[in-house]
């Protein structure tokens, strides 16, 4: 298996724009987290899904941030509209049973 | 919510020392946990992990303990090595009702082994 893929895996953008990332989680998976990462607040949970079903989204920053799983194997992140301070990390990552794989993360830039 | 404390931030050790990294966690409920280490630029990946109806668990130069009385956990790495040199991340999940393995990550611990 290719593993979780995540695209891009880098974006510089100016603020104000909106940002869509993208992640396509290991076949067969079925929970879907997002993660967020910087070096002030360390790896950070924002949403995670279920059988495609979002079940906890209590770590989205706020409005600007959405993110959707129409299928089994594609979910996206979209940042609307971004801002400087959502420059980080973002990793996808996937997951059946208790095991998470994480993908090769998504470096985000707001300038 | 669960709550994960992990010490030290940072740890740096000469090649060939041991080197150890804990980790609190709050939710009795919590029933997994993982480690992950993540190189520079890198995702973080699963190095060993250990279940709560397990006490230890030993993978080669790599261990974890785990003391369910006290919420408390711990990684060991023996012979350390220039290449383990990394940040450390511990998690802790309950499995079953809605948490559906939702990881609660510590803070990571920079690890530096000087050859």
């Known amino acids: 298996d290719a593993g979780v893929i995540q695209s891009p895996r880098h974006e510089v953008t100016e603020m104000g724009q909106e940002v869509t990332l993208r992640c396509k989680p290991i076949?067969?998976?079925?929970?879907l987290f997002w993660y967020r990462q910087t070096m002030m607040r360390g790896l950070e949970l924002l949403i995670y899904f279920n059988n495609n079903v979002p079940i906890d989204d209590s770590g989205m920053p706020e409005d600007r941030f959405s993110a959707k799983m129409p299928n089994a194997s594609f979910s996206t992140l979209k940042i609307q509209p971004s801002e400087p301070r959502d420059s980080a990390v973002y990793f996808c990552?996937?997951?059946?049973?208790?095991?998470?794989?994480f993908g090769e993360g998504s470096w985000l830039t707001v300038v | 919510g669960e709550n994960v404390e992990q010490h030290p931030s940072t740890l740096s050790v000469q090649e060939g020392d041991s080197a150890v990294i804990k980790c609190t966690y709050s939710?009795?409920?919590?029933?997994?946990f993982p480690w992950y280490k993540q190189e520079l630029g890198k995702r973080p990946q699963l190095i060993i992990d250990?279940?709560?109806?397990?006490g230890e668990k030993k993978d080669q130069r790599i261990a974890v303990t785990l003391n369910k009385t006290a919420k408390h956990f711990s990684l060991h790495i023996t012979e350390t090595q220039p290449e383990d040199s990394a940040v450390y991340f511990c998690a802790a999940s309950s499995r079953g009702g809605t948490s559906y393995g939702k990881l609660t990550f510590g803070q990571g611990t920079i690890l530096t082994v000087h050859p």
């Open positions: 939710d009795s409920a919590s029933n997994y």
């Open positions: 250990i279940r709560s109806n397990v």
């Open positions: 076949s067969g998976h079925n929970s």
């Open positions: 990552a996937s997951s059946f049973g208790n095991t998470i794989y």
